[in-house]
């Protein structure tokens, strides 16, 4: 199954938890998102870093589609998926997802397949396996659908 091109930031699943919470610059919907020790939202910034998944999503209100980045301060609506839940993730450009690929944290909030991972030893912190896949590496960044693991 092909990646489309065009798509929102769509939820399959039981959710534990979706807030709004004040985020940092260039945050964009699909994105992995940790909490500081102000409580704000910023960029998930280790590389296979184990984290709790916390997905940035649109806000039609604030003008935010899926490629559009947040400004510093905005108020984010992040999810927080349960297991077996399907949610969109920005994967990074280059990567090639196939149905079934773990993916992981890239250290900027994109996610990257387990084999792509840099430290050369099995990730440990896998976060998901994506749903759709497509036999070609992805020439931008974009939006997969991922099943939380």
């Known amino acids: 199954m092909a990646i489309a091109?065009?798509?929102?930031?769509?939820?399959?699943?039981?959710?534990?938890?979706?807030?709004?919470t004040a985020g940092?610059?260039?945050?964009?919907?699909?994105?992995?998102?940790?909490v500081n020790s102000a409580g704000n939202a910023v960029i998930h910034n280790v590389v296979e870093g184990a984290t709790p998944v916390m997905?940035?999503?649109?806000?039609?209100?604030?003008?935010?589609?899926?490629?559009?980045?947040y400004t510093n301060g905005a108020q984010?609506?992040?999810?927080?998926?349960?297991?077996g839940s399907v949610v969109n993730v920005l994967v990074a450009s280059g990567q090639t997802v196939g149905i079934g690929t773990k993916l992981c944290s890239g250290g900027n909030g994109k996610f990257i397949t387990a084999e792509e991972a840099t430290s050369g030893t099995l990730v440990t912190a896998v976060l998901g396996e994506a749903v759709e896949g497509q036999a070609t590496a992805l020439s931008a960044d974009t939006l997969v659908a991922m099943r939380v693991i």
């Open 76 to 83: 984010i609506p992040v999810t927080f998926p349960s297991k």
């Open 5 to 20: 091109t065009h798509r929102m930031i769509e939820n399959r699943g039981n959710f534990i938890r979706e807030e709004f």
């Open 24 to 34: 940092a610059a260039s945050i964009k919907p699909g994105m992995l998102l940790q």
């Open 55 to 69: 997905i940035g999503q649109v806000d039609a209100l604030q003008g935010i589609n899926a490629t559009t980045a």
